[in-house]
């Protein structure tokens, strides 16, 4: 093709919305090319809204008029300033080199007049522009970190939550109504024994998508119910900096169970005694079939645990007999009818759960006293960062005084969260209304995971001899007791 000449044009957001679109700086070019080199074709290359200040940000445009230069296509370059090109230095040094090898040796600019490539000037306006595009960010990630120590939200938009202003100016978050009731919601069936897909399909058919529209996933519950910002605090550069200053959707009790309950593996019992966590690679497992299996429902003879299994019962399929499933000792020790079992272990526990004795004793919590200290401390920290932060804007801190205080906090901080850890969540109050409605709609593995929140183990006594019949009373459950 006949060689051209090139206009590079790139627009750059800016924090104060003011920027000059590439289709001015076209008319700009444009009209320049045609006083300047009249008769030559003109080729544009463009990229919008994206930046030269970061090497990590990949520009089409840009790199397309290199591959037209080292190709030889193109006669003459313009721009509007040189800056529009590149900002960082060995960037700048990388192009120059590759529009000398190419004999163009001279940029045509709007505002820096004709920068010659192979001057010093050019090279120390490169390293000029570097060196300002260094300050510039050195000034925003402060304005972000003061922001942040004011509790000020991030600029992301997250579900149960939208951006909002006070009425003295100050960036806040509101609360979405529906979303927010969905995390809360989600929150009471984690706690529940729900699984993550199993809430986010039900949300889904309700007609709830994510914050931007896009379908709603397991992961996008988990990602609700851990992230620290709906518990109201604020992150900054993935660290908890403090109390954000908008209302909470989930208490601090509530998250801290929630994330206790999400990051801990399920534990089997094997048949030697040993345990193992079950992870994503367990998935599937031929074992995990029935709701009472995994040393949930053990042998009242040897002790060990029942399995689920399939008994023939009267004579077998040819003499009119039936098979059934059945929960039997590895041993053979006893054997129970295995749907029965279940309807009644259940039935039992709903029965306990109405009265309000037995949910006092299994939400007793020994650590409440002390979780209350920590949260009370955590908020204290919180207050002293916020207070420092004033004094730091207003000059009576430097900012390595500054600094210092913070990772003080940081440190303190970072203990109490540990011992809160440590102490684990406070024992879950399940929604037993709710749990109960759901119960037949719940899949094997969340049923599983309802029981083992309030049972510690059923034994399976000896079957009576000559009794024919489904025997309750050979049941015993051991509640759990915090």
Same mark, same amino acid.
């Given at each position: ?212 529209? $896009?379908?709603?996933? &397991? @992961? *996008? #519950? ?9 518990? /109201?605090?604020? %992150? ?66 040897? $002790?060990?645990?029942? &399995? @689920? *299994? #399939? ?9 009119? /007999?039936?098979? %059934? ?70 000059? &009576? ?86």
């Amino acid at each position: 093709m006949d060689k051209h000449v090139a206009l590079y044009l790139r627009l750059s957001p800016r924090p104060d919305g003011h920027s000059e679109g590439v289709d001015v700086q076209e008319r700009q070019g444009r009209a320049y090319s045609a006083q300047t080199w009249p008769g030559i074709p003109v080729v544009v290359y463009s990229d919008r809204l994206l930046s030269a200040a970061d090497e990590d940000v990949w520009r089409p445009g840009f790199e397309k008029l290199r591959q037209a230069v080292r190709d030889g296509e193109v006669s003459r370059l313009w721009c509007v300033e040189q800056s529009r090109l590149q900002r960082l230095e060995v960037g700048w040094f990388v192009l120059a080199a590759e529009l000398a090898a190419a004999g163009i040796d001279e940029i045509h600019t709007g505002r820096d007049g004709i920068v010659r490539v192979a001057d010093d000037i050019a090279g120390i306006k490169a390293v000029i522009n570097a060196g300002e595009i260094k300050k510039m960010k050195k000034r925003v990630n402060d304005r972000l970190a003061d922001n942040a120590a004011q509790g000020q939200p991030a600029g992301s938009v997250l579900f149960g939550f939208r951006h909002d202003t006070r009425d003295d100016g100050t960036k806040t978050y509101r609360q979405v109504p529906e979303e927010a009731a969905a995390i809360r919601e989600s929150m009471d069936r984690v706690l529940a024994g729900w699984n993550l897909s199993a809430i986010a399909a039900d949300l889904r058919e309700r007609g709830l998508t994510g914050a931007h529209g $896009g379908t709603l996933t &397991a @992961g *996008s #519950v988990r990602s609700w119910l851990t992230n620290p910002t709906v518990a /109201g605090w604020r %992150v900054h550069r993935g660290v908890i900096a403090g109390r954000g200053n908008w209302e909470p959707i989930l208490t601090e009790d509530e998250w801290q169970a929630c994330r206790a309950k999400l990051a801990a593996p399920r534990v089997v019992t094997t048949r030697d005694g040993g345990t193992y966590p079950v992870g994503a690679a367990h998935a599937g497992f031929a074992g995990r079939k029935y709701a009472l299996t995994g040393g949930l429902a053990v042998c009242g003879v040897c $002790g060990d645990p029942v &399995a @689920g *299994s #399939v008994k023939q019962l009267k004579g077998g399929a040819k003499r009119g /007999g039936r098979d %059934v499933p059945y929960y039997l000792c590895r041993r053979g020790c006893t054997g129970i009818m295995l749907e029965q079992t279940e309807e009644h272990v259940a039935g039992r526990l709903f029965a306990e759960l109405d009265k309000p004795a037995f949910l006092d004793a299994i939400a007793e919590d020994a650590h409440a006293a002390r979780r209350e200290e920590i949260i009370t401390a955590l908020s204290a920290v919180d207050a002293k960062r916020k207070e420092l932060a004033g004094l730091w804007g207003t000059g &009576a801190l430097t900012s390595e005084e500054w600094q210092a205080a913070r990772g003080s906090l940081e440190a303190s901080e970072r203990e109490l969260r540990a011992e809160l850890a440590e102490k684990g969540p406070p024992p879950a109050r399940a929604g037993i209304e709710q749990a109960r409605a759901a119960w037949p709609l719940m899949t094997l593995g969340e049923k599983r995971e309802f029981l083992r929140l309030f049972i510690a183990r059923v034994t399976i006594g000896r079957a009576r001899p000559g009794l024919q019949r489904f025997d309750p009373d050979r049941i015993t459950i051991e509640w759990r007791k915090r």
